[in-house]
């Protein structure tokens, strides 16, 4: 299969999302002197041309393509093509109303935005492989092309009738029977029985609390359908260039598609990362989601867009200061990027986007945002070589799965403060703070390479899942896991006693009597620390160590912290103080190690393949040692001993 090495060949990829045809063909002369002056050495093309390339039902335009095609490949500049099918052109809406998609409460959801297509709809499959199959056939053979990409963030839902159609089908495969699905779905409960399978449709607006296995498994489907339409577009291009990577890009940590499913049908594995510049947490975020394309991608993979400067879609949109996107590029490189890439190279002066930044702002050549990417393009040609096509591995594995989202994120739980995603931030920022590098895991996923398995939360588990974690302790793992894990079966029915017995088994669990969740500004004290979000009332078993106890109120006494062994079960959210000390003294005792000892709080240090990235996200220079001799790859400078980093700075070291 080809890798993404296939479209590098030794140089990260630079350069971003480009939309010539908001432009006059002058400007394209333009932009290709500022790319070239840059180090700009891909663009993506097309992501959002269908009405360019298709104007009416079955005409093509490839001129304008053509034209740039041509010139991108005299510049010595890679395209990235991309099909168009986010957005189709208003006919096909216009004529066939059937492909947009419906919400739940019955509206559709109109032309005049992006996006508005129906995963289930047939007739849009059918336009999307016909103009996929044109652009394959005429630019399979263009010299400019390095790797195609498909359509562009997946992400949209469909209880329309058709998307009804395809997911009784889809119910029937999984389930066979109307009874199996019966059984799975609990519908003895509210007189929610089917006896006949037309009769089901997609969860759409309900009078109260609608049934959560259908819902789940609604999710499901969503993310199998998107797919399918994914793996039609990929095999069509595929069949032209077998040589050539095929992508397609993520959100990050979006809800919507099962990554580590549709992940196994790329050759890269693709991620949009947009950290808020004044979010305290923006740095820890963004290597959450690093941390976790490169596990997807179990090697290299692709910053497929960032932002230069502000987004235009939160509600206040901050750019970003001086410095701070070349530490943020710097930081997904070392995390594993071999390519850097933006929305957008020029800033549109039109359409819903024209107040988000670009890698060109409105201020042009001579704005600070252009000067500063040309700068880090230049760094990132002196670092390529040494980079790129290096992996890392690391000692411990967050485990996460969409799954177990799905299924723990519906109404009618324990408490609607604890949130998924939120717990995986909080417990992979207690691991960046206490400087440990980490990837992320399926639960099913082979784990005994990792030192240290760390469960933020994982609603509900199959089987597998659990025997896997079971197996990886008794193989001398050492595992910390979070409340509300192994509740429920991948059903989401209930396991026997609120917890699988198992999982109660080997952290020492004897009865779990009740969850006490919190409300959003309490806390519970734990001797030492401060709780938060979830208490529990937890009876023991003889075994079970309890590191610590909730004091006072209800549960005094009770294990707020619990061992058994290596297991470990958290039975509260501490302060992230605490959380940050646990997981380390968790990690020391079980082996795994900082890259770096006595590191500054805001710098990080990473390893990837045989150099050592160091950066300081703070706004003060910090002086970091370093053991040894090292050459800095930007500076050209020996470090021995210790290394100086000013705001934002970056020390990529080589031995
Ligand atoms: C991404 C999208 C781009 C652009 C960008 C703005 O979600 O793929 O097309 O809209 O956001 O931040």
New binding site residues.
Partial sequence: MPSLNDATRGRILYGG?YNPEQWPEETWLEDVRLMKDAGVNSVTLG??SWAKLEPRPGERDFGWLDRLMDLMHENGIGVVLATPTASPPPWMGHLHPDTLPVDQDGRTEWWGG?QHFSHSSATYRRYAAAVTEDLAARYGGHPALTMWHIN??YCTYDWSDEAAVRFRGWLQGRYGTLDALNEAWGTAFWSQGYGDWAQIHTPRHAHYLKNPTQVLDFKRFTSDMLLECYVAERDIVRRATPHLPVTT?F?PLWVGQDAWRWAEEEDVVSV?L?PDPRDPLGAQNGALVQDMTRSQARGPWMLM?Q?AGP???RGVNHPKPRGLNRLWSLQAVARGADAVCY??WRQSRQGA?KF?SGMVSHAGEEGRTYQEVKQLGAELARISAEVTGSHTANDIAVLHDWHAWWAGAQDGRPSTQVDYPDLLRAWHRALWEAHLTTDFAHPEHDLSAYKLVVVPQLYALTDAAIENLLAYVRDGGTLVSGFLTGVADEDDRVRAGGMDARLRELFGIRTLHEWWPLDADEHVECGGFRGTLWSEEIETSEEAEVEAAYKGGELDGLPAVLRKGRAWYLSTLPEPDAMRDLLARVAAGAGARPVLDALPAQVEAVRRGDLLFVLNHGRESVTVEVPGTHHDLLTGATVRGEVTLGRYGVAVLKP
Avoid: I, L, P, S
């Fill in positions: 999302d992501v959002f992006r562009n963030e890009n959100m949009d947009y867009e932002a987004v235009n879609w929305f957008q986007e988000h």
